[in-house]
């Protein structure tokens, strides 16, 4: 089932973020998937995601869009760079295991740093795009 991919998917990648240590060294444990309140900075969160089944006959095979979201109230936008570097190569490089599911293809897709004013905050995004497919 796609949607059922889509939250191993999820799992995975948490699980890959908060395992690697070059991460770690920049927001230590601090990925949430809706952050507390009185959350510290710098962070990441788990944004935004899209899924599209893939109509080319492979039942249960999706395309899954995955985005996040690096906070950072240092003065510039260095930190937010450089974790999101970092982000970026957990995914580019990690062995993800999806229950029933095999990663086919996952590639940044696109990535933007604004001034988030409302968080007096620097904010970048990363968007990943994830084909996967059933096993079985």
């Known amino acids: ?4 991919a889509n939250w ?6 948490h699980a890959a973020l908060l395992a690697d ?36 006959g492979s039942d249960g ?19 937010a760079k450089e974790i999101m570097s970092a982000l970026d190569a957990v995914l580019q490089d990690a062995d993800l295991s999806l229950a029933g599911h095999v990663i086919v293809n996952l590639q940044l897709e696109g990535a933007s740093v604004v001034y988030a004013s409302e968080a007096e905050a620097v904010r970048g995004r990363l968007t990943f795009r994830v084909y996967t497919e059933p096993t079985t």
């Not at 191993?8 to 990648?13: H, N, S, Y």
């Not at 060294?25 to 944004?47: K, Y």
């Not at 095979?61 to 930190?79: D, M, Q, T």
């Open 61 to 79: 095979a999706a395309i899954h869009r995955l985005s996040f979201s690096v906070w950072s109230r240092n003065k510039g936008r260095r930190e």
């Open 21 to 56: 240590a070059s991460l770690s060294t920049l927001v230590a444990d601090r990925i949430h998937d809706r952050p507390p309140a009185d959350v510290t900075f710098p962070f990441v969160t788990l944004g935004d995601t899209e899924i599209v089944p893939d109509g080319a």
């Open 1 to 4: 089932m796609t949607l059922s």
């Open 8 to 13: 191993e998917l999820q799992k995975a990648v």
